[in-house]
């Protein structure tokens, strides 16, 4: 059964830095992977959605990759901002034949201005 | 603009009570699907339907009950079987094959 983890739970970087937030699956037989954010008690914004058959997508400053052979992911911010401040979710697809997502804790991203 | 609405936004529960959470979709989509969120946990699938008038139980669909008789709207009955049922519940929906979900904005469900 597909797991999802994100590691680490919670991070804190000073304005301007670049940063990757990292997120690791079991079965790499995925349809594909999503990144949300989440600011506090709201829905799940979708950020990037990247098929099975592509490596990486960006949008703005983000930038997400999947190796699926390693069973990884990762979403870079450039020049974070305090704006940026959420908690981040990645999901991917379970392996079951449908489209279900499985979803990782996610990481809390502060960004201090 | 196309989107997900769920309703109420905060619900609050007496002992013993059912309640029912709204989700209403308007981006023609054909699959749906209800997450339950706690604090520290990833989202947790309760329940989804993938077409109308046909829904598969979830991870934790137990003291959940739901229903899909229209394409647009799918929702949740929290019974009084659910023990612990204080949580934020996000509801989301996918268009047919690997294309990805959109979300509601969520409904906290307190028990008083």
């Known amino acids: 059964k597909q797991e999802v983890t994100q590691i680490p739970a919670a991070l804190s970087v000073p304005e301007g830095e670049n940063l990757v937030l990292n997120c690791s699956f079991t079965?790499?037989?995925?349809?594909?992977l999503q990144w949300f954010r989440q600011d506090p008690g709201k829905g799940l914004t979708s950020l990037l959605l990247i098929q099975s058959s592509q490596r990486e997508q960006t949008s703005g400053r983000l930038n997400a990759s999947l190796d699926k052979s390693s069973g990884r992911s990762t979403l870079y911010i450039a020049a974070s901002q305090p704006g940026d401040s959420a908690t981040y979710l990645c999901a991917a697809t379970d392996t079951s034949g449908t489209y279900k997502y499985i979803f990782g804790t996610g990481t809390r991203l502060k960004v201090l201005a | 603009d196309g989107g997900i609405t769920q309703s109420p936004k905060y619900l609050f529960r007496k002992e013993g009570q059912n309640v029912t959470l709204s989700c209403e979709q308007n981006l023609n989509h054909d699959a749906m699907y209800w997450y339950r969120q706690d604090p520290g946990q990833g989202l947790r699938l309760i329940y989804y339907?993938?077409?109308?008038?046909?829904?598969q139980k979830g991870d934790i669909a137990e003291g959940y009950s739901v229903s899909r008789e229209k394409k647009e709207s799918f929702p949740l009955t929290v019974t009084s079987a659910q023990k612990n049922p204080t949580a934020f519940y996000l509801c989301?929906?996918?268009?047919?094959?690997?294309?990805?979900?959109?979300f509601g904005s969520g409904t906290r469900l307190t028990v008083v």
């Open positions: 079965d790499s037989a995925i349809y594909n």
């Open positions: 339907s993938q077409i109308v008038n046909d829904f």
């Open positions: 989301a929906s996918s268009p047919p094959g690997p294309y990805g979900y959109t």
